[in-house]
């Protein structure tokens, strides 16, 4: 363990006997912004992800939730190094995927791979469905070229597609067999670990489940590890064994997947779980959402000190404001970034009587006169 | 059958084609329901199932499309808009039905100040002098929750958010005073805690504006906390529909028992496999002779390959198109 991991503190659950496969230290992603032609001077910076640190344990699967430009994808992205965090450290079996460069990251990313949330880009078009699937053994010279057909009829069995159909083009397929090819060329490296992001929000809703199970399917067959980025919190708690809750760049709430979801502490992720919709009006009769006011920030200027006062309502001027909140242990297993929480204590966030928020209120009778 | 005084919207065999090269494309294919006035209705199924073909055609959008038929009737205050001289619809395009679309980011020009945007159909519509409709506009933009309305009208479209942005298409839509709102996946694009505001200000604007809403999603979840009655459309053909509550408890087509148990629900137990709907939607070019569903149903017989079921009375105000429909009502489950 590193000085800095005990300091700051990994978010794992304390001795179940599982192995830590991902590790994620002080990770952040600045993309800056830059003015001028010829001399670009920077200018500012899009704070994407802004210090995180968390684990992922071999055989799980994290689910990480937030809201669009949280942060979430580039934090996938960066695990595998897609992206190059600006600073922060990746460890990928102990080993950190930072410092490597070339042929040594080449070779780690083989345990590693990537299903992307759109089938219809992220397929090429030009490409025969067994040379897309078949690419990543070339790539890593996996096998001979009968090796390799053999390999790709494989795998398209077995996540349920045709192995007659390899020498068909992406766009002779829909949506959701589109994915299932995504998923055969994540596959075809016998990876460990996946990052899944948004793997079926571009899917038809008939279809979202065949992609899910499959998905699950896999994970037992293969005993991978998944990272599971999405912002469908039903979705999420349907196939995460733990799940990080992110918000501006920073992770809020990382639990067990049934604690997050009974006992949310943190008040972003009580707001947000009160804000999913449930799918039956007689549930919906009794529940009373809890409806933030206003706008995410910007990611460029991230408001000071706890970067979700601004929408807060259990905030606490001089201490929210101000102060960074930490990532800690608040219960066993379960970290959270408060202020507000502590001991067994924390803020419970109601519904108000006045459930379309301040920018409502003041603004309904502006002149006094409006029809 | 005259329109009584309850109906505001009456659809009565409603049937959109398009000519394609793969053949004809059956987009909407006899589609009858009425609306009343402030109703809210939700017109649910997933994407090329015809619901948005539904809400553009009643809005006379089809009719510009040159590779489109419309047959069937729209009644809308008691005109046939499929019939009336596009003049005539354009008078009411925009002022008696208008529309809020999915995508705030694409559908406001964004050259135009919001000020533009808005007093265009105030002006058009409504005869009011540009200063007047600027005044409008702004009592409009707070209505919808915009604060400082007075100085963000002279705003464009990219200083807004996604969320703010959807707000300033509903108060556009709004400004005429509809009978008839069109929201087409009026949340799709924005996030989860923005969905809820969102939500709730159509809700309280249609009870105060006394506008029927007409809200087109994939999104069941949406539906069942703001709509009162639902209609579920499946491969151009609407195949279920009654009030929210007993349709979400005890759905009577397996096409709706399907998509409700494919969906992980946050009250309920976490369960291990999610139940799924095999197979694909049709392609509406070669739409299968009898039910559009059959290929994926695990009620299907002969009968329901061969013929197409009709919309039939199941309980009062609730309808389905199933020839099973008795073991549903009678609480047939979806096999594992």
């Known amino acids: 363990m590193s000085a800095a991991s005990s300091q700051r503190g990994a978010a794992s659950a304390a001795g179940n006997g599982h192995q830590t496969l991902v590790r994620v230290e002080d990770l952040r992603v600045h993309f800056p912004i830059t003015s001028g032609v010829v001399f670009q001077r920077k200018v500012g910076a899009v704070y994407a992800v802004d210090g995180l640190d968390f684990e992922i344990k071999t055989g799980e699967t994290l689910g990480l939730v937030g809201e669009s430009g949280c942060g979430k994808s580039t934090t996938g992205r960066a695990i595998l190094q897609l992206i190059r965090p600006t600073t922060g450290r990746v460890f990928y079996e102990g080993g950190d995927l930072a410092n490597l460069k070339g042929k040594a990251l080449r070779k780690q990313r083989r345990r590693m791979q990537m299903i992307f949330q759109d089938p219809y880009a992220s397929l090429n078009s030009r490409m025969t469905v067994g040379d897309i699937v078949g690419e990543p053994l070339l790539v890593h010279h996996m096998a001979d070229r009968a090796g390799r057909k053999a390999k790709v009829r494989e795998l398209l069995e077995t996540v349920g597609i045709n192995p007659n159909t390899l020498n068909r083009y992406p766009h002779e397929f829909s949506g959701g067999q589109r994915q299932r090819i995504g998923i055969a060329r994540a596959l075809a490296v016998e990876p460990n670990f996946i990052v899944c992001d948004e793997p079926i929000s571009a899917l038809d809703v008939s279809i979202r489940a065949q992609i899910i199970n499959l998905l699950q399917q896999l994970q037992r067959e293969f005993g991978l590890t998944y990272l599971f980025i999405a912002h469908d919190l039903s979705v999420v708690r349907h196939i995460s064994d733990r799940v990080a809750v992110m918000y501006l760049g920073r992770i809020v709430e990382l639990a067990e997947n049934a604690v997050l979801y009974e006992t949310p502490m943190h008040p972003y992720t009580q707001a947000l779980l009160s804000a999913v919709p449930i799918p039956d009006p007689a549930a919906e009769e009794q529940r009373r959402p809890v409806v933030l006011t206003g706008d995410v920030p910007s990611p460029v200027e991230p408001p000071p000190g706890c970067h979700f006062h601004t929408r807060c309502p259990a905030a606490r001027e001089g201490l929210c404001d101000v102060d960074d909140p930490v990532l800690k242990e608040v219960r066993p297993g379960h970290w959270a970034a408060c202020h507000l929480i502590t001991g067994d204590d924390y803020p419970h966030i109601r519904a108000g009587e006045d459930d379309l928020g301040v920018a409502v209120e003041d603004a309904v009778h502006p002149g006094g006169e409006s029809a | ?314 309980d009062p105000g609730r309808a389905s198109a199933c020839f099973h429909r008795d073991l549903l009502i009678a609480g047939a489950e979806m096999p594992a």
């Not at chain 2, 919207?9 to 329901?33: C, I, M, P, W, Y």
């Open chain 2, 1 to 314: 059958m005259g329109i009584d005084q309850d109906t505001l919207l009456r659809l009565t065999d409603l049937t959109v084609d398009f000519a394609s090269q793969e053949g004809t494309v059956h987009a909407v294919n006899k589609v009858s329901f009425d609306v009343a006035p402030g109703e809210l209705v939700g017109l649910v199924g997933e994407s090329g199932c015809g619901k948005s073909v539904t809400a553009t055609a009643i809005l006379g959008l089809t009719r510009m499309v040159t590779n489109a038929t419309i047959s069937g009737s729209i009644i809308f205050e008691g005109r046939d808009l499929v019939q009336l001289p596009e003049k005539a619809v354009r008078d009411i395009r925009g002022r008696d039905i208008s529309m809020i679309f999915q995508d705030p980011v694409t559908s406001l020009n964004p050259v135009l100040t919001i000020e533009r945007l808005m007093t265009e159909g105030l002006e058009v519509h409504l005869g009011l002098s540009h200063s007047d409709a600027i005044k409008r506009s702004i009592e409009l933009l707070a209505e919808v929750g915009i604060p400082k309305a007075g100085r963000r009208v002279k705003d464009y479209p990219h200083q807004f958010s996604g969320g703010m942005r959807q707000r300033v298409m509903i108060a556009i839509a709004l400004s005429c005073n509809p009978k008839l709102l069109l929201a087409d996946e009026p949340t799709t694009a924005l996030d989860v805690t923005i969905q809820a505001q969102i939500l709730r200000l159509l809700k309280r604007l249609s009870a105060d504006h006394d506008a029927a809403v007409i809200t087109i999603t994939h999104d069941l979840g949406v539906v069942a906390g703001m709509c009162q009655r639902i209609l579920v459309m499946y491969a151009g053909r609407m195949v279920e529909s009654g009030p929210a509550k007993p349709l979400f408890a005890h759905p009577h087509h397996p096409y709706t028992v399907g998509l409700l148990r494919s969906v992980p629900r946050l009250d309920e137990p976490r369960g291990t496999t999610l139940q799924t709907i095999a197979g694909l939607p049709p392609d509406l070019a070669h739409l299968p002779p009898g039910c559009s569903f059959a290929p994926r149903c695990w009620l299907a017989d002969d009968e329901c390959w061969q013929t197409v079921p009709e919309l039939v009375e199941t």
